[in-house]
């Protein structure tokens, strides 16, 4: 069985087809989902998701970086709210985008540095997204000194010494599609770290692996990036999925 760990299945690119999609992943060997949170008009959607497959999804809670905007004190009071009232497995995705806009960019790491706190209060651990942003997210993340901080680098395509930096700091790496596009770099440093670290996700419907690179993405879709982790490490599909399964199991508790 594999765990899509970051996938946004209650998003409107699905809302033709999500139960279909839902199922053409489970065909293919995807048993659990784990869910990340984008802003408050999301939440509902997600519990709706959650309702319909209890045993399935798995919900985070979180403000993501970039709907960190004017309005961030009153989507930081719902991602506080939610998490004093319900069961989520992750505070997450929380991290910082500079690709797009460098507006909010103080908000931004004031925004993940607060989250941060909750997931340690809760102790629970944090889904980061990171573009364009590894020094900010390296400053915050080593300015905390708690053993309990764990989570994943979601969409992780830095290099060598930034993924040992990572996992130093008790994070796994999340490897999705990027890693079987050619010329990206990313197969080439993941042979360098050893499988224990890594989890599979896909972040649909974005970031599609080959062969459907530019199209929408789906869960159905991970057992390619499993597919590409076994040449990479030389080794059998299912041991890619039985370690990376484990490895997502233990981090979300789930």
């Given at each position: 069985?594999?765990?899509?760990?970051?996938?946004?299945?209650?998003?409107?690119?699905?809302?033709g087809?999500r139960?279909?999609m839902i199922?053409?992943?489970?065909?293919s060997g995807v048993g659990q989902?784990v869910l990340?949170?984008?802003?408050s008009?999301?939440t509902?959607?997600?519990?709706?998701?959650?309702?319909?497959?209890?045993?399935e999804?798995?919900l985070?809670?979180g403000?993501h970086?970039?709907?960190v905007?004017?309005?961030?004190?009153?989507?930081?009071?719902?991602v506080?709210e939610?998490?004093?009232?319900?069961?989520?497995v992750?505070v997450?995705?929380?991290?910082m985008?500079l690709?797009?806009?460098?507006?909010?960019q103080?908000?931004?790491q004031?925004?993940?540095?607060r989250?941060?706190?909750?997931?340690l209060?809760y102790d629970?651990?944090?889904?980061?997204?990171c573009?364009?942003?590894?020094?900010e997210?390296?400053?915050?993340l080593?300015?905390?000194n708690?053993k309990r901080?764990r989570?994943?680098?979601?969409c992780f395509?830095?290099?060598i010494?930034?993924?040992?930096?990572?996992?130093d700091?008790?994070?796994?790496?999340?490897?999705g599609?990027?890693?079987?596009?050619k010329?990206?770099?990313?197969?080439?440093?993941v042979?360098?770290?050893p499988?224990k670290?890594l989890v599979?996700e896909?972040?649909a419907p974005?970031?599609?692996?080959m062969?459907?690179r530019?199209?929408?993405?789906?869960?159905?879709?991970?057992p390619?990036?499993a597919?590409k982790l076994?040449?990479?490490y030389?080794?059998?599909?299912?041991?890619i999925a039985a370690?990376t399964?484990q490895?997502a199991?233990?981090m979300f508790?789930?």
């Amino acid at each position: 069985m594999l765990i899509d760990t970051h996938t946004h299945l209650y998003v409107s690119d699905f809302d033709g087809d999500r139960d279909e999609m839902i199922l053409r992943a489970m065909a293919s060997g995807v048993g659990q989902f784990v869910l990340p949170a984008i802003d408050s008009e999301t939440t509902a959607a997600m519990h709706s998701l959650k309702k319909q497959y209890p045993k399935e999804v798995h919900l985070m809670m979180g403000l993501h970086p970039t709907h960190v905007g004017s309005n961030v004190e009153e989507e930081l009071a719902h991602v506080c709210e939610q998490l004093n009232t319900r069961t989520y497995v992750a505070v997450g995705e929380i991290g910082m985008d500079l690709y797009w806009d460098k507006t909010y960019q103080s908000a931004q790491q004031d925004a993940f540095a607060r989250q941060i706190g909750w997931a340690l209060a809760y102790d629970l651990p944090i889904v980061i997204h990171c573009r364009d942003a590894f020094d900010e997210i390296f400053d915050v993340l080593e300015g905390i000194n708690d053993k309990r901080l764990r989570g994943i680098f979601h969409c992780f395509t830095g290099d060598i010494n930034q993924a040992m930096r990572a996992i130093d700091l008790n994070m796994l790496l999340g490897i999705g599609g990027v890693v079987t596009f050619k010329n990206g770099g990313l197969a080439e440093t993941v042979a360098q770290i050893p499988l224990k670290h890594l989890v599979l996700e896909t972040d649909a419907p974005y970031l599609a692996p080959m062969p459907y690179r530019g199209k929408r993405n789906e869960a159905a879709y991970l057992p390619i990036i499993a597919d590409k982790l076994a040449r990479i490490y030389d080794v059998f599909p299912q041991e890619i999925a039985a370690v990376t399964t484990q490895n997502a199991k233990k981090m979300f508790g789930i």
